[in-house]
């Protein structure tokens, strides 16, 4: 009887040890749920259907395809752009809660800076440059509502006599469209799963039916470009507008796709090509000088692909994946604009 007592006794030891772990764990989880730090990043998503419906929350949003390289997938893993988390009252006021360190801040699109120079990266301090300008930058990617992913889209005027930035960083594997003006920049951010290769979780269900990945690639793409998007009366993609962003020669419109080397899973990379092309179809519909079937159209469009990379040490403190506009109306005397993609000037233009 002592002999068989004394193994019970270590196992119910072991247990109720495992179960407070077990539990020490599911807490640390729900209190570090609410950290998106915008350098890095720890945020932990309550992730939804477009039903709203709860899911086990998850640490990153995942590039769709993952798998063995040698079955022609893109070794990749967990990665996700930082979000802000706004509501209807704090999207309309284009205030945004992002954090950087572990110091929050708030910023808004009209970030004002006190320099009437337009700062810019010294050779070779690309990353330390992205790595600090991001933060203070309007953010590209938010939820709607807090805890559901959403592609996004928004348009910032140029206007006022206020220094303007927009960006985001931890790019791997979505795509952006930046379309710059001299009257704005219209930027969007399209989930790779939630649009190229969706998940389960986005698709509506029609009389028990799954939408098909073309469905689900117009609904959350192409006509939001036309008719915008909303979600419980926010906005979550602004549309193309060619009365703000201009659709004349003297607003000097310019287009860049920012887009990943390929797909996850390589048996999509022709799929994927369509889908570019057809955003770059529905952009010059909406705005006709930049429309790609015209030698003009073409010409003032730029493919930016980027390299994705799933080292989360790599995207939290380096430039890749990250992309960066800013706008300052007194530079120098002038009013500029310059794209950065990771560690490259994409473009700039200065005007009167």
């Not at 939804?48 to 640490?59: A, E, H, N, Q, V």
């Not at 300008?133 to 509502?145: H, L």
Request: charged share 25%; with cysteine.
């Amino acid at each position: 009887m002592k002999t068989s007592l004394v193994p019970l006794t270590t196992r119910g030891s072991l247990v109720l040890l495992v179960a407070l772990i077990v539990l020490s764990a599911s807490t640390l989880l729900s209190l570090s749920g609410r950290a998106n730090f915008a350098g890095g990043q720890t945020h932990l998503s309550l992730k939804r259907s477009p039903k709203f419906l709860s899911l086990p929350p998850l640490p990153f949003k995942k590039r769709d395809g993952c798998g063995n390289p040698s079955q022609g997938q893109k070794a990749c893993g967990a990665c996700r752009p930082p979000v802000a988390f706004t509501t209807a009252d704090s999207f309309s006021a284009r205030a945004y809660h992002v954090q950087a360190g572990h110091e929050a801040i708030n910023v808004s699109s009209a970030f004002l800076v006190a320099e009437r120079t337009i700062t810019e990266p010294t050779p070779g301090k690309e990353d330390e440059f992205m790595f600090n300008e991001i933060p203070k930058a309007t953010q590209m990617v938010w939820e709607v509502p807090e805890g559901t992913d959403v592609n996004t889209a928004l348009f910032t005027p140029f206007d006022g006599n206020e220094a303007i930035s927009v960006g985001t960083s931890h790019l791997c594997g979505c795509t952006s469209l930046v379309i710059i003006s001299q009257r704005g920049v219209y930027t969007t951010h399209y989930w790779e799963n939630i649009s190229f290769d969706p998940d389960d979780d986005f698709r509506l269900t029609v009389k028990g039916v799954k939408e098909t990945n073309e469905q689900v690639f117009v609904r959350t793409v192409l006509t939001p470009l036309q008719n915008g998007a909303s979600r419980r009366t926010v906005v979550s993609q602004e549309k193309l507008d060619p009365r703000k962003i201009g659709n004349a020669e003297g607003d000097n419109i310019r287009a860049f796709l920012v887009r990943p080397d390929g797909p996850a899973n390589d048996q999509y990379v022709e799929d994927y090509r369509q889908k570019w092309s057809r955003i770059k179809s529905t952009v010059g519909g909406i705005v006709s000088l930049l429309d790609p079937n015209t030698e003009a159209g073409r010409a003032r469009w730029q493919e930016v692909i980027y390299e994705p990379t799933d080292n989360q040490r790599v995207l939290a403190n380096q430039a890749n994946g990250r992309i960066l506009i800013k706008y300052d109306p007194d530079h120098e005397g002038k009013k500029k604009v310059i794209l950065w993609v990771e560690r490259n000037k994409i473009y700039e233009h200065e005007w009167n």
